[in-house]
């Protein structure tokens, strides 16, 4: 049983130099602090919302400057062309996409490629700026 231990105590003390050892080769990294991003202020300047309704009946709808969508493809469609025009007419526009907290990504996936694709469409030379904000029911 005496030997046991010893090899016990011996592989120990190996594993606390190997570890101190590959501690010292780590490099030294100073990263920065991650921003909240409820704290930043977005950008002024002209802003689109695109927002993601129900009906109540269970059909889903694109609301974009007094305009309705269905949510489908051909509303997808309408949409981007939509935002490519306000694109063109104002390339450093930000759009906002307003959904509640219980809606179906599948159904707010086609607006963020729409929004995507609006900005090729347009041949902006930076990609579009897009915000993805929830919404909550009221007394929650």
């Known amino acids: 049983m005496t030997p046991l231990i010893d ?23 100073d990263l920065p602090s991650p921003v909240p991003p409820a704290t930043l202020i977005s950008p002024q300047g002209p802003k689109l919302i695109v927002s993601v309704v129900s009906d109540g009946s269970g059909a889903w709808q694109y609301h974009l400057a007094g305009a309705d969508m269905t949510a489908n493809r ?4 309408m949409l981007e062309r939509s935002v ?10 930000a759009i906002q996409v307003r959904a509640g907290q219980t809606t179906p990504w599948e159904i707010v996936s086609p607006v963020l490629q729409a929004a995507r694709a609006a900005g090729r469409a347009a041949a902006l030379p930076h990609p579009v700026r897009v915000q993805l904000a929830t919404t909550r029911r009221q007394g929650t």
């Open 7 to 29: 090899v016990v105590f011996l592989l120990i003390v190996f594993f606390v130099l190997v570890s101190r050892i590959v501690d010292e080769d780590r490099p030294r990294l």
């Open 74 to 77: 051909d509303g997808a469609e």
């Open 84 to 93: 490519a025009a306000q694109l063109r007419r104002a390339p450093e526009t």
